[in-house]
């Protein structure tokens, strides 16, 4: 009794560092970020001198904004055909690179890598310079004799979208080449001599048995892509008009463009939900296994 | 002149702590530190502010008590702004003088984060002896009963055109648009008359802020039935968010893109969109430039585009009014202020009354291309370059962005609909947004609709 009392307060001990480093830079900056969103917290103006608690007019703003609703959808465009593209398209190179020891697994890696390890700032401009009038992609078309596309104010969102997926790709295929290479290849040979084609050792073989690193990837991918807002900020700044104006992006204005510090708060809890409820359909999942 | 002013003020105070250097031992860490914090703005290859401060601060005769600071900040306008009021909360960050566009001075002023002058003013003996200073330039920093800045320019806008494009497309060098029709029929000749010249060029879009506003849409909106009172009005001090004229004005930028007579979207709606229009005035590739007076300053020796001709090749004409009663101009400027926060505000004010000594605002204000705000007969070579005579005549008549507190908030959302016209909405969906934009903003109570 007295000693396990003793090994509690060992345990104790020792989270109490992380404990507090969790308590000071993410529990308290999270406290801060829920008050705030209750009060007229301005940047500037007569509201900047005095904070006042308002109850939930910034949430009862939120309903009515037209530009919170278009947001959100915006916000979830993005995120669903970036995870989508990201982990297909990971999954796919990944596979390809178990077999062919040269050329594609020498070449593709480590130019996939490239565009995930660079800093955020680099990929975003490089993503700019391919897009951008007088960028490669125009020069491209234009050698082949077509006309010059103006895709970052004709199609804003399909360009940060295949930018994005160009940028978070080596994630997934890394993620997916290890849970690949954990295939036992007796399975993968059992189902050969049963007869199974390509596909179907795909479909009803692998993937059946890395299902979980699908979700956990997927799951990371969604988060990852919820929040970007400096990749986005780069290269459209939410534009043209609102046409790239996702969740982070639209908190960001609001808060230091719109000098609403409150409401852009507010916004970020919105955020903060939408991240929660895929969280929780993560985990039922995984707890479903 | 100069000089020797700030002998006559008696806030020798401030300087006290200094004392220990008296010595001629070395300075040491007992100096007094001003900082000023500025945004140096992109008109000119050299940093002149620095430049001014600089040698400000060598002709001071507090200079050997006193440690100057300089806190450049590169960045947009808009972001400038904000990086400064974040700045202005903090005490250790604040510094002790700061560039404040007059817009956003209200605004600023009523969050707390400007020092009164008032106590100041009086040993200010420019400010007072009813000469030096011109006196309808200090409305801009006067709120609530107080003064919470130096006025240090002052401007007016109009439309900045390239005469050999107009005789190419057969407008004629002479040509003067005097209504919004003329001036679009006008870019429809350019644009059919002149391969590869853009007619048109205004700044635009969210990301030029207050330039996009101000330079840009109020220029077309305050030419509309409404006027003066068409963003705010005057009269029932409520912030219009629907009219015949807003819708007119958004029609009037959606026609101006739609047709094509605009340069491409990424060049108009980056935020270094002036510099692109000042390049292709020089080339002859541009047409029409609804820009402010300080243009010029892009020009002359010294600035970002300098081009010896400018002065012959350039005409500087007032913006018509929609339905050609007349033209329209906008003035503005920027100011020095102290932040409340500022431990050093007395030290700081004597800076800043040498900053406006004659020769030494001369550096600041011929390189900013700006109208100074100060008498600067002494210096006769500042009215003699090209279009300055035409600004100051347009300022008789200049129009002024509303007295508001909430003015820099609406600002932001004035240039969101200036892009969302351009772009993605039509011109009645662009007011929508504007107006539940605004109404969030100031309450529905201080709203009206025309």
């Known amino acids: 009794m007295n000693k396990s009392r003793k090994k509690n307060r060992q345990i104790y001990v020792f989270m109490a560092p992380a404990l507090a480093v969790m308590l000071v830079f993410f529990m308290l900056p999270v406290a801060m970020a829920i008050f705030y969103s209750f009060t007229n917290l301005a940047l500037t103006g007569s509201k900047a001198s005095n904070l ?36 297909v398209l990971g999954f796919a190179v990944a596979y390809f690179m178990q077999d062919t020891k040269t050329v594609f697994r020498r070449i593709i890696g480590p130019v996939l890598l490239a565009a995930w390890v660079m800093p955020e700032v680099v990929s975003a401009i490089c993503t700019y310079s391919v897009f951008t009038d007088k960028g490669t992609l125009n020069v491209i078309i234009q050698a082949l004799g077509f006309g010059k596309i103006s895709w970052l104010y004709k199609y804003p969102m399909l360009s940060i979208i295949l930018g994005n997926i160009w940028r978070g790709t080596a994630y997934s295929m890394m993620v997916y080449q290890a849970a690949l290479d954990n295939v036992p290849g007796e399975v993968k040979e059992a189902s050969r001599i049963d007869g199974a084609g390509r596909l179907q050792a795909i479909g009803y073989v692998e993937l059946p048995i890395i299902k979980n690193t699908i979700m956990t990837n997927a799951m990371l991918t969604t988060l990852m892509t919820l ?30 463009k719109n000098y609403d510090l409150g409401y852009g708060t507010a916004i970020s809890m919105v955020l903060l939900l939408i991240s929660a409820v895929f969280g929780i359909i993560y985990t039922r999942q995984s707890e479903g296994d | ?96 003088i700061v560039f404040e566009d007059t817009f956003q001075l209200t605004s600023d002023a009523a969050a707390g984060y400007l020092a009164k002058l008032d106590d100041f003013l009086p040993d200010f003996e420019k400010w007072n002896d009813g000469s030096s200073f011109i006196e309808a330039t200090k409305a801009a920093t006067y709120y609530n009963g107080s003064y919470y800045g130096i006025p240090c320019s002052t401007d007016s806008r109009g439309l900045a055109v390239n005469k050999d494009v107009l005789e ?17 029929d006008g870019c429809r000749q350019i644009k059919k008359n002149c391969a590869d010249v853009t007619p048109f060029w205004m700044t635009i879009g969210k990301a030029n802020g207050e330039g996009a506003s101000m330079n840009g849409y109020e220029m077309i909106l305050y030419g509309t039935a409404d ?183 609406v600002s932001t959302y004035i240039a969101q609909m200036s892009e969302d016209a351009a772009t993605s909405l039509d011109a009645q969906g662009a007011m929508d947004t504007y107006k539940a934009n605004v109404t969030g903003v100031v309450g529905e109570e201080n709203t009206i609709e025309h």
């Open chain 1, 52 to 87: 006042e608690v308002i109850g939930f007019a910034n949430y009862i703003k939120i309903f009515k904004d037209p530009a919170v609703k278009d947001a959100i959808v915006k916000t979830l465009v993005f995120t669903v055909a970036c995870v989508a593209g990201q982990n």
């Open chain 1, 227 to 256: 929040g970007s807002f400096g990749f986005i900020w780069i290269i459209t700044g939410g534009g043209p008009g609102n046409a790239t104006t996702t969740l982070p992006v639209l908190m960001y204005l609001k808060a230091f």
């Open chain 2, 1 to 96: 002149m100069g000089g020797g002013n700030s002998g006559t003020t008696d806030n020798g105070s401030g300087t006290q702590e200094a004392a220990p250097g008296d010595s001629g031992e070395t300075a040491g860490g007992d100096k007094q530190t001003i900082t000023i914090t500025y945004h140096p703005g992109t008109v000119s290859k050299d940093d002149f502010v620095e430049k001014m401060l600089t040698q400000t601060y060598e002709n001071w005769d507090k200079k050997d008590q006193v440690e100057l600071k300089i806190n450049k900040i590169d960045a947009a306008d808009s972001d400038y702004l904000t990086k400064l009021q974040l700045l202005m909360q903090d005490a250790s960050q604040c510094g002790d």
């Open chain 2, 168 to 184: 190419a497309a057969g407008l004629g060098a002479d040509w003067k648009p005097g209504s919004w029709a003329e001036l679009l």
């Open chain 2, 227 to 409: 006027g003066n009172d068409s963003l705010f009005d005057t009269k029932e001090e409520k912030w219009v968010v629907s009219s015949e004229s807003i819708k007119n004005a958004n029609q009037f930028v959606a026609t101006l893109f739609d047709e094509g007579l605009t340069g491409d979207y990424s060049e108009m709606l980056d935020t270094g969109s002036d510099g692109y229009a000042c390049d292709y005035l020089r080339q002859g590739k541009l047409g029409i430039y609804l820009t402010g007076s300080w243009f010029p300053a892009n020009f002359q020796t010294g600035g970002s585009y300098e081009w010896p001709e400018f002065g012959e090749k350039l005409a500087f004409l007032p913006m018509p009014t929609e339905a050609g009663s007349g033209s329209i101009t906008m003035s503005g400027g920027w100011a020095w202020s102290i932040p409340e926060k500022s431990a050093n505000k007395e030290i700081a004010f004597e800076f800043l009354m040498e900053m406006m000594e004659q020769e030494n605002y001369y550096i600041f204000i011929d390189a900013n291309g700006n109208l100074p705000t100060i008498d600067m007969s002494e210096f006769p070579q500042l009215f003699e370059k090209p279009f300055m005579g035409d600004a100051r005549n347009m300022l008789n008549e200049a129009l002024f962005r509303p007295k508001n507190e909430y003015y820099s908030t």
